[in-house]
């Protein structure tokens, strides 16, 4: 990586090296793609985040709730750049595919391509329910490689990972949960929010949605497990508030709530057994 030097990027001629300037200068986009002669870029700049006023008002609130519900401190835009340049490596250093950071300068960073988004691909599949479901039980599955590798990503979302050639990567690693609860509790987060995801856009409704927690489970240790159990328990407590609200105003970020929600705590009932119990009796 090279700072204030757009000519250390192989690969780019002049015109390139005026167009990628001149993409800089745009700042109206947080994250723009630039497509170039020989290669297709990404410019993501820091500290123009949404909800940033949300969260400096949240941070106080959130140190008196369990830690899966707690949020990070908001960041400088340095310090998100060092975060995600240092989350991408430990990536990398497992064998997960990530971006390179091929240029910084100041609050922005240009980033290589690491191949069409999950959500495009699902997009692609619509018509096909089971090539759809079997593409979100793919990422749940994903999910559970990472977590074996002693990752966590913070907000798996479909538009979050990329697949090329069978080869699942991982894009935006502005959450850092891990600063504020332990790994295991990380790691169930992780999958409770990618269940935000799976749960209202499965097909298959709960075959699916079974198939998926089954591929992740049989990845993550037992405390991961746990873990998930004990967040689902307490979430499921706002479960009968949240369908009372929605019932004058249901919005999508409910909605995926109720959903995802109520099928986990289903699914983890009593009866439901662990990792590492498969084919016990």
Known sequence: MAENDLSSIADLSDQDIAQLVAALADRSRRVQKVEL???????????TEAGLIWRRLYLPFGRLMPMAFRVAPVKTPDEMIRQEIRRMERFREKGIDVPDVLYQAG????????GQSMEMQLYLLRPDPQAFDD???FC???????????LCHGRPYPRDMTLTHGRVGFLDFEEDPEAVMPLATAQARD???????????????????????????????EAVWQELRQIIGMAARFLPLARLIGRVRMGS????????????????????????EAGKK
């Open 37 to 47: 002669s020989r290669r297709t870029v990404w410019i993501k700049r820091y500290g």
């Open 107 to 114: 609050a922005t960073l240009v980033l290589s391509d690491v």
């Open 135 to 137: 593409l979100l039980v």
């Open 140 to 150: 749940a599955a994903e999910l559970g490689r990472i977590h074996a590798a002693g």
């Open 191 to 221: 999958l409770w929010i990618l269940f935000f995801q799976l749960a209202r856009r499965a097909q298959r409704g709960d075959e699916t949605l079974q198939r998926a927690l089954d591929v992740w489970k049989a990845q993550v240790p």
């Open 253 to 276: 970020d409910l909605r995926r709530f109720i959903v995802a929600t109520g099928y986990l705590e289903k699914a983890m009932g009593p009866d439901a057994k662990a990792p590492g």
